[in-house]
């Protein structure tokens, strides 16, 4: 009796040890279908969403659950069947972009002059691009008035409401196929009425509108959220003809550019109102019938490499220049800056304002500053690339 007594004391002792063990043992496989998860996904972020301004790819795995939100259903589809290969055992709770609250309304236009879109769902965010009037934009999700939208070059961001015209795939389609015009001064208004009294929007250059009645030397236009005004038929270019009329020529981008001479640097900029170094270049080539990435780190990764050694009598007129840090084995390179070359020595870009700057220590625009950080030349004139997307495309792709 006794012997069975204790016994039954050693076995009830160690049970608190043989419990640890057994969560110790479970919290290691935990801990490493964890890791092995995570390594996937991170595997599958390189492979389908390597720029996050451009695809959305935020997924964690944790505690058997695998959640965040991604705009990448297919990548989802391919790694949740990699899991299952493997007898991971987990619940699967990512949200796919767009969102189905959003309803058939996935669709939008810009729907004033300039719309300001930022990093975040706030007006205090920072400015990270903007659309021009006309512009048609993926919607991803809403945030109390704010949506997430990818514009037609890819980018990511916040949009207030108050700028975007919501619209279903159908309703896109036929506002496509309406006859349109393009803004083409640098700065103008919509009146009213035909005798200029009253305004209803602004206008840059680019802005896209449609037709509604024509007069002599007036156009009555819509704006895509549905009001009307009246521009002057000067200070517009039917969309057909002005597509035709695009070319990247030596002279028809120098003289887009220097149209621009003064503008103010804006951090996100990129329209007559305000600019960024790279938002510059950008708007130089969407007015000349090209829509390039928006950010001087994207740009660089386009069309071929003219120069790195400072050999400017390589360089033509619109050949890109990138300025930064160059990398070291311990650090990454870093672009930071981006303005186009206009010959004799000389280039153009936006840096408190923009500014003709010259690599001849002679010329009176001498930029030692730039010199000293330059980093290379691209060429994307007449060159294929695969993010660079002809302006014709834009009211037949997004």
């Known amino acids: 009796m006794v012997f069975f007594y204790f016994a039954l004391v050693m076995k009830i002792k160690y049970i608190p040890i043989l419990v640890s063990l057994f969560t110790i043992l479970i919290s290691c496989e935990s801990k490493t279908d964890n890791e092995e998860v995570n390594s996937l996904i991170e595997a599958k972020r390189a492979e389908v969403a390597p720029d996050k301004r451009v695809a959305l790819w935020d997924l964690t795995f944790e505690n058997d659950s695998l959640k965040g939100e991604t705009d990448q259903p297919e990548a989802l589809k391919a790694l949740i069947e990699e899991l299952n290969a493997k007898q991971l055992s987990f619940t699967e709770a990512v949200s796919i972009l767009p969102e189905a609250t959003l309803g058939d309304k996935i669709k939008a236009l810009v729907t004033i ?32 008035g704010w949506f997430l939208v990818q514009t037609p070059d890819g980018y990511l961001s916040w949009v207030d409401r108050a700028g975007i015209h919501l619209m279903t795939e159908e309703e896109l389609e036929r506002w496509f196929r309406e006859p349109k015009v393009v803004f083409t001064s640098l700065i103008g208004y919509v009146w009213k009425t035909e005798d200029q009294s ?9 802005d896209i509108l449609t037709i509604s009645e024509e007069t002599k030397d007036q156009l009555k236009v819509n704006l895509p959220d549905g009001r009307q005004g009246w521009i002057s038929a000067s ?14 020529s030596p002279e028809a981008l120098i003289t887009t550019a220097k149209q621009m001479m003064g503008t103010p640097y804006l951090w996100g900029g990129t329209s007559i109102k305000g600019v960024d170094c790279s938002g510059f270049t950008k708007t130089i080539y969407y007015l000349n019938g090209q829509i390039i990435p928006r950010d001087a780190s994207q740009q660089i990764n386009e069309g071929e490499l003219v120069d790195a050694d400072k050999n400017w009598d390589k360089l033509q007129v619109g050949d890109l220049l990138f300025f930064g840090v160059k990398g070291t084995p311990e650090k990454k390179e870093r672009v930071v800056h981006v303005g186009m070359w206009i010959g004799n020595g000389e280039f153009i870009h936006s840096r408190g304002l923009v500014r003709i700057s010259s690599f001849d220590p002679e010329n009176p625009n001498y930029d030692e500053y730039e010199l000293g950080r330059y980093l290379r030349t691209k060429r994307i004139v007449n ?16």
Request: proline share 4%.
């Open 113 to 144: 002059s300039v719309a300001n879109i930022r990093s975040n769902p706030k007006h205090s965010a920072e400015l990270a691009t903007q659309a021009l009037m006309g512009t048609p934009l993926n919607v991803l999700k809403e945030d109390d």
């Open 235 to 248: 200070d517009a270019q039917d969309w057909e003809s002005w597509i035709a009329s695009r070319n990247t």
């Open 383 to 398: 060159v294929p690339s695969e993010h660079v997307l002809s302006v014709s495309e834009l009211l037949t792709t997004n």
């Open 198 to 206: 009253e305004m209803v929007s602004d206008l840059v250059a680019g």
